[in-house]
């Protein structure tokens, strides 16, 4: 069977398709094959019902994500700050508060907590190697417990390790006893330290995307050839090339490029079979749970009560929302995250159970206004047959020390690129991104 | 498409043949598939080249577990007592020690703090519900670390850290990072406690099976419909029955029961998919590491010395040994176990390089003879397409809390079996077989 395609490349997320960008302005020739009937991954734009788009998926860029920056740029998308004026919102104990800029109005004693754990946190992350977080000089001793054994040991206040937790929930969609402690220093360094993670203005959540961040892979796949609706089951590799087998039919390369989720890859067939020690690194690598809430109202209301749309919850169950209209304001959008264990718990109702709990919270937060929607969407990823979850995964505590040099190496004619292979900015677009040129580069190498 | 069988059983390991067997008595029909060319599952026999029949898999039966030594007897299969006689040996220091008993001669305050953990995990065990690990009074606190946080801050030596983690190497075939205490104490209580899992007679590994465990299996098999190469692919639920597709065609049943390791059915396709709720489980529940190694020798020579095959060492890679000899005595088998970390580094060598490091142990633990076997044989479970590792699977942190209620039931028409799912003796073939009669009644009562 003689190849149809330099490389075949499984997966039309952002990873996917930058490496057949990549590959192809270098001259390769590219088959991309996706299993859904859209290109885009985990961005994922939807249509409200005033005509307005927002993302069910990854929806922000920020500062220093320069691989997502550059490519945003190139295929020709707008990005616009994120809406971040007016006082954030932080409800404690049945309690809400108002605040200005990124430090809530709490008891000194239990911010110091905070801000003390997150230092130390900062400090640890920053000696975990991006390429080969196993060789910290504390790898095994962090690797082999969760996060929220370190919490319960180094950080005295319970407030402050609630406060602590509603980070990790928000940043790994896991809770921080899901969390190896090496994982979650890891993907901070990855990120470049805790404030870029949490941060809006600065940081994770700077900056949206004209005509949603799905935008960005819709551009790359009009210039590529991508087969949709074809669900990748078997990979087959021989001396001259890669077999790769849809419910669509087989596509062949001289390569090819797998571009999902390592624990999706896991579920591949693979002939021949994938060895033992990388097959075991993907049992280790669960997707985190999440599942994002939007309200739509005439206006953003809470805009003229000098509120942000920003609020932060330890009671739950949306224990982070943001300000989510869109950029000519013609709409109010309200963004509610549902994140670790408050989306295991809400992803087995039906949705009409968990648009009044949500709207609930909105409520509570902004006022009766937020209690009459025009419109109401959510989205949860562990539904998704062809996510499982998001927004990154975690790896599980003794996996980055045990199998974690398998994760990246190819293995003969298969390479692999998504989120959570990036180097910089694990879990994000960018790390996608930048996994996918990593993969790209790699693959023309062995052409 | 009209049902071929009331069940279609998906696996020919002992819980999918119990499941058949328990069936076809009640007057059931039903149809078998197995992806390998064999039934048995993690149960294998092997022929060494003196004739003799030895076990590259599980391979032990003991006290309490009934459901499997029924079985044995139903199907006609002997069990004869594991060699256990003459002193063991301890390996410490680069130093072997001999002792009698099970309790070897060391410093007896490392002694006191090996015994009052392993005291406290027996309690803090017994608190366990085995059908809901999840409702432990200290479940959250449990599930929310490892093992090894666990012995890092409750015993203070670290020489009976070391032995303990032996120990956790030895059942679970992980490290004590790797695995939740919460998992470590629904298991332990599943089997009732440390020392039944632990000990030889009286334990987990007091007797074996003329003719090699496996035979079971084979027994099961004959009297049963199983269709052999039939790798699963996709199971597709209807208003009126399943339909299990596998490379050698469509079973189609009015129910089906799977019965392979919860990871492995993680990796099938599912119509309609399965609800992310459980998929996110089966994302958390990574099988064990594991090579089972075998050195043959004329004679069982170490008898002779006074020793009983039985070594522990703390230094490795082979940590822990058993006399494995045929029971005419025609031989001398002496089997050494790869676990955890060791199983890891070692299945990434090749098969010479590992006999040469295993049979340098050998060798150490007991004398010269040691080094010069006549056969060499060694099976690592990581390696298998159709188990992906051994013995059971550890439940990552978080997972049981989070998750445990998905583990037993069924979606629909489906319902589930194997070792995994045992409430007792979970892991072992007694949970295989107790989790095919529970799924076999289940599924008679929905015909």
Redesign the interface.
Known sequence: MAPEADVVVVGAGLAGLTAARRLTQAGASVKVVEARDRVGGRTLNHKLANGNVVEVGGQWVGPTQHRMLALTQEVGVEIYPTYDRGENAFEWNGEMRRYEGAIPKINPAVLLDVLQAQKRLDRMARTVPLDAPWRAPKA?QW????V??WLRRNVASRPAREILTLGCEAVWA?????VSLLHFLFYTHSAGGLDALFDTAGGAQESRFHGGSQLVSLKMAEELDVELDA?V?TIAQDGSGVTVRTERGEFRGRRAIVAIPP?LA??L?YDP?M???R??LL?????G?VIKCMAVYPEAFWRGDGLSGQATSLEGPVKLTFDNSPPDDSAGVLLGFLEG?QA?RL??LDQAERRRLVIDCFTRFFGPRAAVPEEYVDR??????YT??CYGCGV???GW???GDALRAPIGRLGWAGAEYGVVWNGYMDGAVSSGETAAQEALRNL
Chains 1, 2 share one sequence.
């Open positions: 095994r690797d082999n417990q969760t929220w054994s896991a809770a921080p006893g899901d669900p089951r624990m896991g579920r067939v079979p060895p033992g020690h097959d075991q049992q280790r690598m669960a997707q749970s264990p295991r992803t087995r949860s990823w562990a539904e998704e047959e499982r979850g599980a505590t003794g020390t045990e199998f």
